[in-house]
């Protein structure tokens, strides 16, 4: 069964820093792009984040292009999250999303339940 698990969400002042994790279980880890995502209340969700399976190569939204970085251990089957310089606007639930693409098939796609992440005053 797959599962992914998020932790590492909580509160934090405006400048402050988080590390989100995604412990993976249920799948070949490594065969896997991993996302991150979040969503705001009444707003749809958004693409954060994403690492490559092999390689290590990462995307960033605009909005935290700088501030964010995505990175995996393969030998604990976990993807992190390090936000700093955290805003307001990052405020969200932060959900963690594992990929694998797939020839003449839907890809595979599987999600965590989410962490909640508020950042405020």
């Known amino acids: 069964q797959v599962q992914l698990v998020e932790s590492g969400g909580g509160l934090v002042q405006p400048g402050g820093s988080l590390r989100l994790s995604c412990a993976a279980s249920?799948?070949?880890?490594?065969?896997?792009?991993m996302r991150w995502y979040r969503q705001a209340p009444g707003k749809e969700r958004e693409l954060v984040a994403v690492?490559?399976?092999?390689?290590?190569?990462?995307n960033y939204a605009d909005s935290v292009k700088g501030r964010f970085t995505i990175s995996r251990d393969n030998a604990k089957n976990t993807v992190y999250l390090q936000m700093n310089s955290l805003k307001p606007e990052d405020t969200a639930v932060y959900y963690c999303?594992?990929?694998?693409?797939?020839?003449?098939?839907?890809?595979?796609?599987?999600w965590g339940q989410g962490t909640q992440v508020t950042v405020s005053s």
């Open positions: 999303n594992a990929i694998a693409l797939r020839l003449g098939a839907p890809p595979l796609s599987d």
């Open positions: 690492i490559a399976n092999v390689g290590g190569g990462t």
């Open positions: 249920g799948f070949t880890f490594s065969s896997r792009a």
